[in-house]
């Protein structure tokens, strides 16, 4: 399984982004999908994560300014961020766990300038 993660970048605080991620490979149905970060110093951190039937589960700091959704015909998960602030600055990865084994891709970076 390839992830391939697009979209990052950078903004000034208050602005918006949206992340891409399409997955390759061996797929299969029930599948979860999700972003994580990771800033500099920082652990890595679930930012959001949504199921093949679309429940999605947010990370308390981006809860009502980030929105996760998929489209399970391309096997792609988007994250599309409002409101960016600063602290939203760091290394995003798309993942995408089935059968007990969890997929990495690449990372992309997005910048909050404040």
């Known amino acids: 399984v390839q992830l391939q993660a697009y979209g990052g970048g950078l903004v000034q605080t208050g602005g918006s982004l949206r992340l891409s991620c399409a997955a390759s490979g061996s797929i299969f149905s029930m599948n979860l999908m999700g972003w994580y970060r990771q800033a500099p110093g920082k652990q890595r951190e679930l930012v959001a994560e949504?199921?093949?039937?679309?429940?999605?589960n947010y990370a308390v700091s981006v809860k009502g300014r980030f929105t996760i959704a998929r489209d399970n015909a391309k096997n792609t998960v988007y994250l599309q961020m409002n409101s960016l602030k600063p602290e939203d600055s760091a290394v995003y990865y798309c993942?995408?766990?089935?059968?007990?084994?969890?997929?990495w891709g690449q990372g992309t970076q997005v910048t909050v300038s404040s």
């Open positions: 993942t995408l766990t089935q059968r007990g084994r969890t997929y």
């Open positions: 949504v199921t093949y039937g679309g429940s999605a």
